[in-house]
């Protein structure tokens, strides 16, 4: 008896798996990570005067101390992921970055508790480049962009939920118990971590000291624009109430939310056509459209008078177009990276691609105090993140999305 030929498999069951148990795991245990960090992001300063008795500026210089620790470890993060069983790695970090949590409620000196918010810092850069690496390990190649804005999602959420339910518990419960629910949760993310099944990897050879164990030159075209798009996000999480204040517009808390809901939109949205060819076209909308977001959000006081509500009406919708367009970047711009690395430096393409944004967002919060300082305002200061994003733009176009094509066709051909 002959049997006809199966000519009519469906798409869905050609595709290989995505939401598989590594992959779901590691998306979990990040998000605790990230929420556990983002409920306490709002609290510790209030903490560090409360306990302290300090000036704005010391305070401010203890919780910097955190994004320095973060930077400083990120090339090393990338080598040692490279290099070292991943699993373990990722543990053992994720482990110290959660007894900080205890160091910050422990200690009584503030000498004391700056060492323990850089080493913070350091512990959070190698567990999140090891995060990041363990599940891209675990995503078919196929469905690579698709998987990296789904677990970028992780971060949003935490990003959109993480500081409102700290400043809710401290209001109501007080700082102790942020910290308790921190640890409590970073202890739920390492039992997770635990049970995450990483396949061993194959030794590789590979030269004793060379640059591209610590950065992925190959992709420093991406990593120059990143830094662009890190330099303009800086001063919107430092500087974006004060800028509200001025133009008198209350609830900038729903500002971070608008992004976020943006971000998480779009991941879902575009992560599929990342794959199926549409990676350098969709990075470059994201890149024009994130141009005009600032634009608007620097002249949302000009332009607001003219319509009714108009200040505050543009004021959000500049948000949801930052997260729209970085919804289209974030996911582009680490799959850009991730693609141009060999299999064994993805923990330096990762780290590579995490630096940029630690470099664009400190410049960017260091500027931008200055800028507002100078001028006595914050419209400049979106204005001019908004130039430095076209100058950016104008790069990506005119030079870094013809070099990412030509470097991955030299692969194929």
């Known amino acids: ?159 959109a939920t993480g500081p409102m339910t700290g400043m809710f518990l401290y209001e109501g419960l007080g700082s102790n118990v942020v910290f308790a629910i921190s640890v409590a949760l970073c202890v739920i993310g390492l039992i997770l971590v635990k049970t995450l099944p990483v396949k061993p990897r194959p030794k590789v050879k590979r030269p004793p000291l060379s640059l591209d164990r610590f950065f992925l030159t190959r992709a420093f075209p991406q990593f120059l624009n990143f830094i662009f798009v890190g330099f303009a996000y800086g001063p919107v999480t430092n500087y974006i109430a004060l800028y509200a204040k001025e133009q008198g517009i209350g609830g900038s808390g729903w500002f971070y939310a608008l992004i976020a809901a943006g971000l998480i939109i779009n991941r879902v949205l575009t992560g599929r056509l990342i794959d199926k060819g549409w990676l350098t076209r969709l990075v470059g909308m994201g890149m024009t459209l994130n141009v005009a977001a600032y634009l608007l959000l620097s002249f949302c006081g000009t332009l607001g008078p003219m319509i009714p509500g108009g200040t505050t009406l543009l004021f959000f919708a500049s948000a949801l177009m930052i997260g729209t367009s970085l919804g289209l970047i974030f996911p582009g711009y680490q799959t850009m990276c991730v693609n141009l690395a060999r299999h064994d430096q993805r923990g330096t393409a990762n780290s590579t691609y995490l630096s940029a944004w630690d470099i664009g967002i400190g410049a960017g919060i260091l500027t931008g105090g200055s800028m507002a300082q100078h001028f006595g305002m914050h419209q400049q200061v979106f204005l001019a993140c908004s130039a430095a994003l076209f100058v950016a733009d104008i790069m990506y176009l005119s030079y870094t999305s013809k070099y990412y094509t030509r470097e991955m066709s030299k692969e194929k051909g």
Not at 41 to 52: A, M, N, R, S, W
Not at 127 to 135: D, L, Y
Request: charged residues 10%; glycine residues 6%; proline residues 6%.
């Open 1 to 159: 008896m002959s049997t006809a030929p199966q000519s009519h498999i469906s798409v869905a069951e050609s595709r290989p798996a995505l939401w598989t148990r590594p992959f779901v795991t590691c998306s979990a245990a990040n998000f605790l990570l990230f929420f556990s960090f983002y409920q306490l992001l709002p609290v510790l300063p209030l903490y560090i005067f409360e306990k302290f008795q300090t000036d704005n500026s010391t305070a401010g210089i203890i919780i910097s101390l955190y994004t320095i620790g973060a930077l400083c470890c990120r090339p090393f993060a990338g080598f040692l992921v490279d290099s070292l069983n991943r699993k373990p790695l990722y543990f053992w970090t994720f482990f110290a970055f959660t007894l900080c949590f205890v160091g910050y409620w422990a200690l009584g000196l503030l000498p004391l508790l700056a060492v323990v918010r850089f080493m913070h810092g350091v512990f959070f850069g190698i567990s999140t480049t090891a995060s990041n690496t363990v599940a891209i390990d675990a995503l078919p190649s196929s469905r690579r962009g698709e998987g990296i804005g789904y677990f970028g999602i992780s971060v949003n959420l935490a990003f």
